[in-house]
C-alpha cells in the first residue's frame, strides 16, 4: 500500500498543521488547496462516523486518498459533552465555546476529562482504515496558555502537567488524542504493507 499524497479533509487550519507535523510518508494536501471547497455535514453519532464521512466524501469527489479525523472533548461532569459536538458547541466559534463549557463547569466538583480522535484513510476504492487516540486530562477554572487552538487553553493534560495551551507545539504532539489517532493508523498502514 503506497501512499505518496493524501487529501486532509478538513478545513480546520490548526487540526491540518497537526496531520502535517505528525503524519510520516505522504505529502499532505489541505482539501481546499485540491479543489475541495463544499461544506461536508457530520451527520454521525460517534467520532468514527464523522471522520468516514468526510474522508469518503472528499476521496470520492477527488479520486484520490484522503484523511480526516474527527475529534472532540468529553468532559465526565456533562455526561460525555460536548463530544462530537465540541466545534458547534455554542453555535458561535472556539472562544464562545470555551465560554460556555466554563459556565457549565461553574459547580462542577468532578472535572476530568478527555480528548478523544478518531481518524479514518479512505481510499477511491472504497477500501478505508481507522486510527484511534485518547488522551486525559481535567478542565481548568480559567484558560492558561496562549498555544493551540480548540479547548486547548482549558485542558490540563495529565501527560505534560500543564495545559495544552502552555504547550509547544512537539510537546501536544507527542501526546495528543490525534497524536495517538495518527500513529495508531501509521501502524496499520505498516502491517499492511508488509503482508
Do not use: W
Amino acid at each position: 500500500m503506497e501512499i505518496s499524497e493524501l487529501i486532509a479533509a478538513s478545513g480546520n487550519e490548526g487540526k491540518i498543521r497537526e496531520i502535517q507535523k505528525i503524519f510520516k510518508g505522504a505529502r499532505i494536501i489541505p482539501m481546499h488547496e485540491a479543489g475541495f471547497n463544499e461544506e461536508i455535514e457530520e451527520t454521525g453519532s460517534s467520532f468514527r462516523e464523522n471522520a468516514l464521512i468526510k474522508a469518503k466524501a472528499v476521496s470520492r469527489a477527488l479520486g484520490k486518498p484522503a484523511l480526516a479525523d474527527d475529534s472532540g472533548l468529553c468532559v465526565d461532569f456533562l455526561g460525555g459533552a460536548p463530544g462530537i459536538y465540541s466545534a458547534r458547541f455554542s453555535g458561535e466559534g472556539e472562544k464562545a465555546n470555551r465560554e460556555l463549557l466554563l459556565r457549565r463547569m461553574k459547580d462542577a466538583h468532578d472535572r476530568s476529562a478527555h480528548f478523544e480522535c478518531a481518524v479514518c484513510l479512505y481510499f477511491p476504492d472504497g477500501r478505508m482504515l481507522f486510527g484511534v487516540g485518547r488522551t486525559d486530562g481535567h478542565i481548568l477554572e480559567q484558560e492558561c496558555g496562549k498555544h493551540g487552538f480548540g479547548y486547548d487553553s482549558l485542558f490540563y493534560s495529565d501527560d505534560l502537567s500543564k495545559s495544552f495551551g502552555e504547550a509547544t507545539e512537539r510537546e501536544k504532539n507527542k501526546v495528543s488524542h490525534r497524536a495517538r489517532a495518527l500513529k495508531d493508523l501509521m501502524e496499520k498502514i505498516a502491517l499492511l504493507k508488509q503482508s
